[in-house]
């Protein structure tokens, strides 16, 4: 699979720069959309969550404590999404030529990577802005960057998969998403659930993911190390077992769509 892969990926960057395109074609603002929608989302949390309803943010500054974790939560959730719908938004192109189909959901992951970093600029300025001291815990970062790709794409792989024979996940996906961002510590911290709550909230995967990219951004606050523990072996056996089951599911794709 990987060889295969690794021979049409000039496919996957052109479908990749194909969606970064067609994306901000024609566009006042261009690029910066993908830096608006966290941005305004995490004014309107500093306001609505930080201000008025005084969720605690364990101290970090509120603009920080958002910002961190609704960039890697932004691309979790548009690849999960467009990921997901991948296939089905390309049939005819499946049922044409032959190549891997995993290099659509792979596309999208790619192109929602543009986003991801031009994103993770603007949080350098925020560690520039609240001097935030530099250290050995910025080694944590290209860790957790590959720990959210592999979960994000592992989840759209198999979406996709599945959207194929039921169309009605193409309904269910977005409240599922919408869903999940309540059940990840993206509004209020971690540590906020009650204690005998807090193994059903390790177990999913964006917690320890998030909470990881806060502690990169404020490093001098606790983070449990078991959150990231469970993390990795969650996103692995979810990359794994997506996969798997897409590549199984590959051989009826054009017989389905």
Do not use: C
């Amino acid at each position: 699979m990987i060889r295969e892969l690794w021979s049409y990926r000039e496919l996957a960057f052109f479908l990749a720069w194909r969606d970064v395109k067609v994306r901000y074609t024609q566009t006042v603002f261009g690029v910066l959309w993908a830096v608006i929608q966290p941005f305004m989302t995490m004014v309107v949390f500093t306001l609505l969550f930080g201000q008025l309803a005084k969720i605690s943010t364990n101290g970090i500054p509120g603009p920080v404590f958002y910002f961190s974790a609704l960039v890697p939560w932004t691309y979790f959730s548009a690849t999960v999404s467009r990921g997901g719908m991948s296939l089905v938004s390309n049939n005819a192109l499946l049922t044409k030529i032959y190549f891997p189909r995993m290099i659509l959901p792979a596309g999208i992951s790619l192109a929602n990577f543009v986003d991801f970093m031009i994103g993770s600029v603007f949080l350098l300025g925020f560690i520039v802005y609240y001097n935030v001291p530099i250290g050995p815990h910025l080694m944590l970062w290209p860790l957790l960057v590959v720990l959210l790709m592999l979960l994000a794409f592992g989840i759209s792989a198999f979406v996709a998969a599945v959207n194929v024979k039921y169309r009605d996940v193409q309904h269910a996906l977005p409240f599922v998403v919408q869903l999940l961002m309540f059940f990840s510590p993206i509004i209020y911290p971690s540590n906020l659930i009650p204690e005998r709550f807090q193994w059903l909230l390790a177990l999913n995967p964006l917690t320890g993911i998030i909470e990881g990219f806060r502690y990169v951004m404020a490093p001098d606050r606790p983070y449990d190390w078991t959150l990231l523990q469970v993390a990795v072996v969650v996103t692995l056996a979810i990359f794994v077992g997506g996969v798997a089951y897409f590549r199984r599911a590959d051989r009826e794709f054009a017989d389905v769509i």
